[in-house]
């Protein structure tokens, strides 16, 4: 099966920069997506194939992947950033993956 | 506004089916673009894909819960169903349905609380 790793967690300060990253076996060769998940609420895709922002997403959220590495990136972290986060990817034998989510912490 | 809602009972014995339905508003589930499905969420954890299924009944499931799980799709009512069979304590969890296209998961429900309990 196709696994996906995040860190648990991951703290930042206001209006710093936070990263969070997915790993997994050639992850650079397929799209990556990244859903922001407040509590009880559904999740939000806040960034698609990989780099791509949904409108309505603001623009210090961006993403990047290769190799074996996707990272979302959120700049200017604002507390409403506060959130668990799970990357998401397709392979052709498992189908849909997630990875076990991050949570960040805005303090 | 695509709108995806989900129903069913809310708690479930061990060993019975679960069966919940998802209904679509404000799109039509029939197009060739887009899979829907199911995806869960066990109290304080990650998320899980269950499967989806296309317009023309075309099904993929999580290889680790396909021996227990159909999902399957009505277009006239523009509704997708999932039923996950024998089911324990370890399927309590959220379960949302969801639409893909490609690889995002663009539209999701609200979830439904499913609890596994005598």
């Known amino acids: 099966s196709y696994d996906l790793t995040q860190p648990p967690s991951v703290s930042v300060s206001p209006g710093q920069t936070a990263s969070i990253t997915c790993s997994g076996d050639k992850l650079g060769d397929k799209s990556a997506c990244w859903y922001q998940q407040k509590p009880g609420q559904s999740p939000v895709v806040v960034i698609y194939?990989?780099?791509e922002r949904p409108s309505g997403i603001p623009e210090r959220f961006s993403g990047s992947n290769s190799g074996n590495t996707a990272t979302l990136t959120i700049s200017g972290t604002q507390p409403m950033d506060e959130a668990d986060y799970y990357c998401q990817a397709w392979d052709r034998y498992t189908g849909v993956v997630f990875g076990g989510g991050t949570k960040l912490t805005v303090l | 506004q695509l709108q995806l809602q989900e129903s069913g009972p809310g708690l479930v014995k061990p060993s019975e089916t679960l069966s919940l339905t998802c209904t679509v508003s404000?799109?039509?589930?029939?197009?060739?673009?887009?899979?829907w499905g199911w995806i869960r969420q066990p109290p304080g954890k990650g998320l899980e894909w269950i499967g989806n299924i296309d317009y023309s009944g075309h099904s993929f499931n999580n290889p680790s819960l396909t021996s227990r799980v159909t999902i399957s799709v009505d277009t006239s009512k523009d509704q997708f169903s999932l039923k996950l069979r024998s089911v324990s304590a370890a399927d309590t969890a959220v379960y949302y349905c969801a639409r893909r296209h490609q690889v995002v998961i663009d539209y999701w429900g609200r979830g439904t609380l499913v609890t596994v309990s005598s």
């Open positions: 404000g799109g039509s589930i029939n197009s060739n673009n887009y899979y």
């Open positions: 194939q990989s780099t």
